[in-house]
T-cell receptor
Framework: NAGVTQTPKFRVLKTGQSMTLLCAQD?????MYWYRQDPGMGLRLIHY???????AKGEVPDGYNVSRLKKQNFLLGLESAAPSQTSVYFC???????????FGSGTQLSVL | KQEVTQIPAALSVPEGENLVLNCSFT??????LQWFRQDPGKGLTSLLL?????REQTSGRLNASLDKSSGRSTLYIAASQPGDSATYLC???????????????FGEGTQLTVNP
């Protein structure tokens, strides 16, 4: 039972490069989320989805795009990476009737 | 805007000690509060969730309480063990319906070290 799987685990980008982070969950959860965690800022919501084909902005969406083409996958894209996007990124999911969040193990991203 | 504060930022205790972690929030109009554990290099694991109508929740050696009117929650850990060493975060949700306004607001966590 894998739960929430994030790939890659580590990545180094140069300013201006693009990349996609993949989140996959095998719990048939409706809701999926992308967070970033920064020292002194805590966890902040980037984007979220309440079901396949839907996405919505969170607290800090600028510079990111997301897609939820399949229920089990939630992709986070950086079109033109900036040093301010250096962070640890977490994906999370939950069912519609359960408030308990399940998190992936994170992606450490450095933008030089 | 909801703000969640956890004090202290770090705590070191000897094995076997009972301890309390604190979480305070500025807006008492919450839907629920959740406590998480985060191990180094790992994601968060949900420990306990308290609905706004509840006063406490228990799981094994963990007990979480909620006082909405005062904007406070505590996580009590009984008979601490070295394996309890981790960062503990609390998070509050404002609304039941999933909207951007109902997002979880996290505290920065308390880093707990339990020494053998």
């Amino acid at each position: 039972n894998a739960g929430v799987t994030q790939t890659p685990k580590f990545r180094v980008l140069k300013t201006g490069q693009s990349m996609t982070l993949l989140c996959a969950q095998d719990m048939n959860h409706e809701y999926m989320y992308w967070y970033r965690q920064d020292p002194g800022m805590g966890l902040r919501l980037i984007h979220y989805s309440v079901g396949e084909g839907t996405t919505a902005k969170g607290e800090v969406p600028d510079g990111y795009n997301v897609s939820r083409l399949k229920k089990q996958n939630f992709l986070l894209g950086l079109e033109s990476a900036a040093p301010s996007q250096t962070s640890v990124y977490f994906c999370a999911s939950r069912g519609p009737w359960d408030e308990k969040l399940f998190f992936g193990s994170g992606t450490q991203l450095s933008v030089l | 805007k909801q703000e969640v504060t956890q004090i202290p930022a770090a705590l070191s205790v000897p094995e076997g000690e009972n301890l309390v972690l604190n979480c305070s929030f500025t807006d008492s109009a919450i839907y629920n509060l959740q406590w998480f554990r985060q191990d180094p290099g790992k994601g968060l694991t949900s420990l306990l969730l308290i609905q706004s109508s509840q006063r406490e929740q228990t799981s094994g050696r963990l007990n979480a309480s909620l006082d909405k009117s005062s904007g406070r929650s505590t996580l009590y850990i009984a008979a601490s063990q070295p394996g309890d060493s981790a960062t503990y975060l609390c998070a509050v949700r404002r609304l039941a319906r999933e909207t951007s306004g109902s997002r979880l607001t996290f505290g920065e966590g308390t880093q707990l070290t339990v020494n053998p």
